[in-house]
């Protein structure tokens, strides 16, 4: 017995010098001391609330996968955070969507700060593109995910509707955004444009580090939406030069914020407990390439419907070509960058106070740039 509280006496020190490595090794570097970004990186005025439930969309089937069945319905375990005071009033609505074998865990520190800021913010866990999916994760799903949005959409402001609910009168229709990161970058694209599968009720889209190099600009012509690409100019899995810069030339009136120094799942909240690796695309690029290898073009042939809906299924795939990985920033830093950027975009767009919506505009093409120096930010010219 003696023994045994020696051993566990020894695990709880471990642990204990484990979380404050955790808590205090690695630290980023603040903004500017009384800087707008220092400001934008505080908490918002708003409490924030949230509840977990398990959204069964009984209407669009889960296709079976390896090993699994199959099911009737789509399944989406989720979390939702909202401002608590009841007189927030209707907020606006987003949908956040990770990344391939990822979870929505991974978006908990910017849904909790936009929360704060005054949206409401819902994530899932797709049920065949996230980590632990049955049958192992099958990329090719997230052509069903838009309809997953659409599905979430529709929940929320039923929910909203519902007197007593959490989110009664809680909910704005007219101001509905989407985000996601790496896939579910591609699954906020697809949700916002794609001339099918878009949902008409989305107001504004950001794509945080995802693909799209198969994209034309022809493809971009359905809807006429605010649309920014996020990206770190070091990512190995969703390259830069060919996927994020080339978004200008496709994308009338796009927006490009550029962070030099940063990496692909840099953005990915876990990471956080990463930070004292030299760069995190490693564990990316080996999460994700068990299923998706280099140079693998079949994986998204006829994926998007035909050509001529502006895909260019001869984009090349370039995943983890990079050899050896290059030092990135650090991530907390990163996700630091990451809060300001993605709340002032929302704001700029979906905020109901045009005061606001102007601040955050300066903020993003002027302010961020002068205060911290690892952001560029660029625009095309709207037709």
Not at 6 to 22: M, N, P
Not at 63 to 88: I, K, M, Q, T
Request: glycine content about 10%.
């Amino acid at each position: 017995m003696k023994l045994l509280l020696k051993i566990l006496a020894s695990l709880g020190v471990l642990l204990a010098l484990l979380a404050l490595y955790v808590t205090f090794s690695h630290q980023p570097e603040d903004f500017p001391a009384g800087s707008e970004s220092e400001a934008r990186l505080a908490a918002g005025p708003w409490s924030v609330a949230s509840f977990a439930e398990v959204f069964v969309d009984r209407d669009r089937p889960t296709p079976p996968n390896g090993d699994y069945l199959g099911d009737d319905s789509r399944s989406l375990d989720g979390n939702v955070w909202y401002p608590f005071e009841a007189e927030a009033g209707p907020r606006p609505l987003l949908v956040f969507s990770h990344g391939f074998t990822s979870s929505r865990s991974n978006g908990t520190y910017l849904a909790e700060h936009l929360a704060s800021h005054g949206f409401v913010v819902v994530a899932v866990d797709y049920p065949l593109t996230s980590m632990g999916a049955p049958g192992g994760a099958l990329v090719e799903d997230v052509i069903n995910q838009p309809g997953d949005i659409s599905f979430l959409i529709d929940t929320l402001l039923g929910y909203s509707a519902v007197s007593g609910h959490a989110l009664s009168g809680k909910v704005d229709a007219e101001r509905v955004g989407v985000l996601g990161i790496s896939l579910g970058g591609l699954t906020s694209t697809l949700a916002g444009f794609h001339p099918k599968w878009r949902d008409r009720r989305i107001g504004a889209v950001m794509s945080i580090a995802g693909p799209t190099n198969f994209f034309t600009s022809d493809f971009f012509e359905t809807a006429d939406l605010p649309f920014m690409m996020f990206a770190g100019d070091l990512d190995v899995l969703v390259p830069y030069a060919s996927n994020a810069a080339p978004v200008l030339e496709k994308k009338p009136g796009a927006e490009l914020v550029t962070l030099a120094g940063g990496s692909h799942t840099g953005f990915s909240g876990g990471t956080a407990l990463l930070r004292a690796m030299d760069n995190t695309d490693a564990l990316g690029c080996w999460s994700v390439g068990r299923y998706i290898k280099p140079n693998q073009e079949s994986q998204w042939e006829g994926l998007f419907g035909p050509v001529t809906l502006g895909i260019d299924y001869s984009a090349p795939n370039e995943l983890c070509t990079v050899d050896p990985l290059p030092k990135t920033m650090n991530v907390l830093r990163q996700q630091m960058i990451a809060r300001v950027v993605i709340t002032a975009f929302f704001e700029k767009y979906l905020a109901a106070d045009s005061v606001v919506q102007e601040a955050a505009s300066a903020f993003l093409s002027s302010t961020s740039i002068t205060e911290i120096p690892e952001l560029s930010y660029a625009a095309s010219a709207a037709e």
